[in-house]
């Protein structure tokens, strides 16, 4: 948690979206609030991945975890794709960067460079890293805990400001209890951020997206291995990119008003309301990680205290800070204000604004697909039929497209308007397990 100057921080705005207008005795207020950070010490950006002169940019560590359990070796091209994304990665590190690979089985090793420290990214150290990938073999078991905690410890060696995991997994974590891996999470929570990654289609579902989602990452599915080293790559062009860590979203209310929930939805759904830490009076910060040249939307709930006809308040204000080491935080100068007004105008008080509508919608189609597939995995055909039927209206009617041709392998589309589906007999794993992994997908809301 270092301290920015002006010269390398991104600017931050913040832009808010709602229909403040309430009937009387209405008491809740809901806000769409946009962030978006641009620039901030960088010399260029393309596709979304900020740019750097050599040697600039600012100080991050990245600890990259390779599953080496026995079922890497099936079929033996896993392990060998596995290395080469792991190569590829490292190629993609910019210089100054500290780094370090771990091989993670039932225990976990240091890969490069040893000595429980991170190396430092230049034209020598990268080779000698991908020359010690040679030595990745499979063999062992799986407990992912161990592997967060070396990687934890790896990256609190090293002076840096962004600190950053990427994770590899081919299986289920089989070698270690649930509340194992919950434990380790909970002490890496706020330390690092990881993306997280299942290749092939052996992994459970909620475990890398429960890693990703505890540590503030992304998770996907790799169905096909020969895909990893692009997936790689992009990874640690985004991860190259980020340029402030720990942003929080800091919520103040008056008296007698309550935040009812906080939760991503652009571009993911991601739950925040129970990751509150509290920051002085009536105020309190929501995690959301790392930012570089990019815009997220967050959903805001508040509840006020009923008012008079034609009396308005203030229901929040919102802004961006970096909590700091000695328990103040740093304001990043953004700021958005959330408004309450009672009005006897129907019309007014009556009327969703667009974004929130769209992202209540993004919202119901990641929950209903999770139930589909739950259900359908429960033996409940006629509960699967009726979630999945409502994600494809919500998805068709959203323009998510994305989501719609991945719901489209799972059930045969009768009529998307109206959610009329059939489940497809025979289902392929990777196609329902891509569902699953990438339901919190969201689209835009249309402007």
């Known amino acids: ?84 994304a792991t190569a590829a990665a490292i190629d993609t590190l910019r210089d100054g960067t500290h780094f370090a690979v771990v091989g993670g089985t039932h225990v976990a090793k240091e890969v490069y460079p040893g000595a429980g420290r991170l190396a430092v990214a230049d034209r020598t150290t990268r080779e000698q890293a991908k020359q010690a990938l ?95 080293a692009a997936d790689f790559t992009r990874m640690m062009e985004t991860a190259m990119g980020k340029e402030v860590a720990d942003v929080a979203l800091r919520l103040w209310t008056p008296v007698g008003t309550t935040i009812k929930f906080v939760k991503q939805v652009a571009p993911t759904v991601a739950e925040l309301t129970g990751r509150r830490t509290e920051a002085g009076p009536r105020a309190g910060d929501y995690p959301t990680g790392s930012w570089g040249d990019e815009s ?47 009005t006897d105008d129907m019309v007014a008080s009556t009327s969703i604004n667009p974004q929130v509508a769209h992202y209540t919608g993004q919202a119901e189609l990641a929950q209903a697909i999770q139930q589909g597939l739950d259900l359908r995995k429960a033996g409940d055909m006629d509960g699967a039929t009726a979630k999945l039927g409502r994600a494809v209206q919500l998805a068709s009617a959203s323009g998510n497209a994305d989501t719609a041709k991945l719901l489209a392998k799972v059930v045969d589309v009768v009529d998307a308007a109206t959610g009329t589906v059939r489940l497809k007999a025979k289902v392929a794993e990777a196609d329902e397990m891509t569902l699953e992994t990438r339901s919190t997908k969201t689209v835009r809301v249309k402007k």
Not at 205 to 227: F, H, Q, R, Y
Request: with cysteine; glycine share 12%.
């Open 296 to 342: 997220r939307d967050y959903h805001v709930c508040v509840e006020v205290p009923t008012a008079g006809l034609g009396q308005e308040m203030l229901a929040a204000r919102v802004s961006l800070v970096v909590p700091q080491s000695d328990g103040s935080a740093q304001n990043l100068g953004a700021q958005g204000l959330i408004r309450a007004v009672w």
């Open 134 to 228: 040679r030595r990745l073999s499979a063999g062992g078991g799986t407990a992912i805990g161990t592997w967060l905690r070396l990687a934890d410890r790896l990256l609190s060696s090293a002076d840096v400001s962004i600190r950053h995991g990427i994770l590899l997994t081919d299986g289920r974590n089989e070698h270690e209890s649930p509340e194992d891996l919950r434990t380790a999470l909970d002490s890496c929570a706020g330390r690092f951020t990881c993306d997280a990654r299942g290749v092939g289609t052996d992994w459970e579902v909620k475990e890398v997206t429960g890693i990703a989602s505890a540590l503030l990452g992304t998770a996907d599915i790799v169905a096909d291995p020969t895909g990893l």
């Open 1 to 84: 948690m270092a301290n920015f100057s002006k010269s390398n921080v991104p600017q931050f705005s913040v832009d808010v979206y709602q229909n403040e207008y309430l009937p009387d005795g209405g008491r809740e207020v809901n806000a769409i609030v946009t962030v978006t950070s641009t620039g901030g010490g960088t010399v260029g950006s393309a596709a979304g991945t900020t740019t750097y002169a050599p040697g600039q940019g600012p100080a991050a560590g990245v600890v990259i975890m390779v599953d080496c359990s026995g079922s890497m070796d099936y079929p033996p091209t896993k392990m060998r794709n596995a290395r080469d």
